[in-house]
């Protein structure tokens, strides 16, 4: 099933095993991972996995990495699809990487 998009940057928002992603690149990237657990090189995974960006004991935002993979060694690593990196974007993407 397919939604039509009101992003500016043209990315289409896509449905996959009942879940709508944000664009295509998502989804694709999500079945990818299920195919990965499956054969046995994840354990699982999560979606849209919310972290508080906090500066000087205040909440700045709270920022969603698009993908989070837990490996076989028990580790998570944190995935960002992106089509386009906005300003906006990158700076939220620096707080996050200095947690």
């Given at each position: 099933?397919?939604?039509?998009?009101?992003?500016?940057?043209?990315?289409q928002k896509t449905?996959?095993?009942?879940?709508?992603?944000?664009?295509?690149?998502?989804?694709?990237?999500?079945?990818?991972?299920?195919?990965?657990?499956?054969?046995?090189?994840?354990?699982?995974?999560?979606?849209?996995?919310?972290?508080?960006?906090?500066?000087?004991?205040?909440?700045?935002?709270?920022?969603?990495?698009?993908?989070?993979?837990?490996?076989?060694?028990?580790?998570?690593?944190?995935?960002?699809?992106?089509?386009?990196a906005t300003p906006?974007?990158?700076?939220?993407?620096?707080?996050?990487?200095?947690?």
């Open positions: 099933m397919r939604f039509r998009s009101s992003n500016k940057y043209g990315a449905s996959y095993n009942g879940i709508v992603f944000h664009s295509k690149k998502e989804a694709q990237f999500a079945q990818e991972l299920d195919l990965r657990k499956k054969a046995g090189d994840i354990k699982d995974w999560k979606r849209q996995i919310p972290f508080k960006l906090i500066v000087c004991d205040k909440l700045v935002t709270t920022y969603r990495i698009d993908f989070g993979i837990l490996t076989n060694k028990y580790e998570w690593e944190y995935i960002e699809i992106k089509g386009m906006y974007w990158k700076l939220k993407f620096k707080l996050f990487q200095i947690l």
